[in-house]
T-cell receptor, first 117, second 118 residues
Framework: NAGVTQTPKFQVLKTGQSMTLQCAQD?????MSWYRQDPGMGLRLIHY???????DQGEVPNGYNVSRSTTEDFPLRLLSAAPSQTSVYFC????????????????FGAGSRLTVL | AQTVTQSQPEMSVQEAETVTLSCTYD???????LFWYKQPPSRQMILVIR??????QNATENRFSVNFQKAAKSFSLKISDSQLGDTAMYFC???????????????FGAGTTVTVRA
């Protein structure tokens, strides 16, 4: 049971380049999400998905695209990287059980540090 | 929108001593969850403790306990018998109850860096 796996762990991009941060979970979690962590600001929600084929925007979605073709995978795409997207990115997942409060705890991946020059 | 405030950017504590981290939040919701997450230098986000707003009893997990004051919108974390492995950044976070929201969004505070001295 690997939990939530993010790749790559580190990446350096030039402004305008595109890339995809990969996220995979093997826990059959319906809910998956992407956060970014910036100094002094905690983590902020970028996009989330409540199931395969369903995605929605979070707090800071501009500049990022997501898709959810399978339950296991939730990639985050940067189409044209900007220096403002330099950050640490976390993928997180959980069961989606509105009636069972104990199920709604996010499991986080190890994070991906992205630098845009 | 919910806001979470952690007013202590850094705290230092002697090994075996107790340290208390403060957290306040602003919400109009009545049902919600509160969390403390630990982020050691490895960068991994680790759940420390969770509190459900409708439960009056304060949550405890071994050496970690919270003081949840719903009316004051305060949620402090106490680390007892501090150990060197407790050195990390600690984040307070808020989540609406899933019955009231579809996004399972965690709203985080800015974090408190805790250093445990030997």
């Amino acid at each position: 049971n690997a939990g939530v796996t993010q790749t790559p762990k580190f990446q350096v991009l030039k402004t305008g380049q595109s890339m995809t941060l990969q996220c995979a979970q093997d826990m059959n979690h319906e809910y998956m999400s992407w956060y970014r962590q910036d100094p002094g600001m905690g983590l902020r929600l970028i996009h989330y998905s409540v199931g395969a084929g369903i995605t929605d925007q979070g707090e800071v979605p501009n500049g990022y695209n997501v898709s959810r073709s399978t339950t296991e995978d939730f990639p985050l795409r940067l189409l044209s990287a900007a220096p403002s997207q330099t950050s640490v990115y976390f993928c997180a997942s959980s069961y989606r059980d509105r009636a069972n409060s104990g199920a709604n705890v996010l499991t986080f991946g190890a994070g991906s540090r992205l630098t845009v020059l | 929108a919910q806001t979470v405030t952690q007013s202590q950017p850094e705290m230092s504590v002697q090994e075996a001593e107790t340290v208390t981290l403060s957290c306040t939040y602003d919400t109009s919701e009545n049902n919600y969850y509160l969390f403390w997450y630990k982020q050691p230098p490895s960068r991994q986000m680790i759940l420390v403790i969770r509190q459900e707003a409708y439960k009056q009893q304060n949550a405890t997990e071994n050496r970690f306990s919270v003081n949840f004051q719903k009316a004051a919108k305060s949620f402090s974390l106490k680390i007892s018998d501090s150990q060197l492995g407790d050195t990390a950044m600690y984040f307070c976070a808020f989540m609406k109850h899933p019955l009231d929201s579809n996004d399972y969004k965690l709203s985080f505070g800015a974090g408190t860096t805790v250093t445990v001295r030997a």
